[in-house]
């Protein structure tokens, strides 16, 4: 599977992101969970220390790189660069053992704004995400910024699935609503919601009323576990856990509705 996982920003995508992989390697699948975000926290979800993450350098970041793959000089006004760089070797080649089943490939974000130009970079990351989509025999989970702006047509017509979190509130399901139909526009096929830090079924059950019709396949329970993880720096993943089956359960029902 080729999945991205993308909602408004604080509601849990980088969590979501770390059960699904850990769940996917649990069934015996290799996976590249891809960190598409500017704030780059997959990898400590994924259980790296701080000093760990720190180490590694997002490829957006990679100047030297950006510029022999593109031709063009990062951040340069006026730039000619490739449209289609090489990228084929570029996850084997910088990304993460987390696990014997499980590798971390930080991208880094999408440049707007400012000053300069990061059409580079930005093809690069575009280039990669659609090699990832595209070719790669591995699971793929791409946890992304906030919106969509890492998605092209290119990328998305080999994505299995986008994934968007909300969080129990009006506002946060407003959001994903939004960007359900902002992907939609985009010609993304499935499109699924997921609900973080249910306190219930009832809950859960509300929020997929308040869906309105949208393909809610599941909910990560607020997990008190996950809030002291998060507070001391130090994450793991218990296959036990609630919360754990309840990622196995998405997966399944994600199985289930792409079938269809």
């Known amino acids: 599977m080729k999945i991205a996982v ?76 490739r449209m289609n760089p090489k990228v084929d070797d570029l996850p084997d080649k910088y990304s993460r053992a987390i696990t014997d089943s499980i590798k971390l490939f930080v ?7 400012g000053a300069g130009c990061f059409c580079a970079e930005n093809v690069l990351l575009k280039s990669m995400l659609k090699h990832l989509m595209v070719n790669r025999e591995e699971v793929v989970l791409v946890d992304m910024e906030a919106g969509i702006e890492h998605l092209s047509r290119g ?48 809950e859960a059950g509300q929020i997929g009323r308040e869906l309105k019709g949208l393909k809610f396949i599941g909910y990560i329970s607020f997990d008190d576990d996950i809030i002291e993880q998060d507070r001391s720096g130090k994450y793991h993943f218990n296959p036990e856990s609630g919360v754990a089956k309840e990622a196995g359960n998405i997966i399944e029902n994600l199985s289930k509705a792409i079938v269809k």
Do not use: W, Y
């Open 107 to 113: 991208l880094g974000g999408l440049k707007t704004g």
């Open 155 to 202: 990328t998305t017509a080999s994505m299995d699935a986008l994934i968007i979190v909300v969080n129990p509130g009006k506002k946060s399901i407003q959001t994903g609503m939004t960007v359900e139909r902002l992907a939609r526009e985009l010609g993304i096929k499935n499109i699924f919601i997921v609900a973080n830090r249910v306190r219930s079924e009832e």
């Open 6 to 81: 993308s909602g408004k920003g604080g509601v849990g995508k980088t969590t979501l992101t770390s059960l699904l992989s850990f769940s996917f390697a649990a069934m015996g699948k290799k996976v590249i969970a891809v960190d598409a975000d500017p704030d780059s926290n997959l990898g400590l979800s994924l259980g790296l220390s701080l000093a760990e993450t720190r180490d590694i350098t997002p490829l957006s970041e990679m100047k030297d790189l950006v510029a022999e793959r593109t031709g063009a000089t990062p951040g340069a006004i006026g730039s000619v660069f």
